[in-house]
């Protein structure tokens, strides 16, 4: 392996695939939080309790989302740098 695919390697596609992989890993348990809490908040909402309970479970429920938003993002965002490094791999030499 060259010297341009080894930093190509160590520096955007295996950094990329930690990322994917950090990101997933903590994205499986919120979205199972996520769905717990809004289990919370629609049987809350049905059962007709007070208006501080349904906007304490509903920050809960979007402070959940709003992590599951972040972690999708970082997935994204790994996936890019991993892009990078495949296409500077595949590219030809000037």
Partial sequence: MGGRALLLVSTTIVPG?????????????????????????????????????????QAAENRHRINCFAEGIGVLLGGIMVSIGVHGLCSPRR
């Fill in 17 to 57: 695939l930690g990322a994917i992989a950090l990101c997933v890993f903590f994205l499986f348990p919120e979205w199972a939080a996520l769905d717990r809490s809004y289990q919370n908040y629609q049987k809350l909402a049905t059962s007709g309790a007070a208006i501080r309970e349904l906007s304490i479970a």
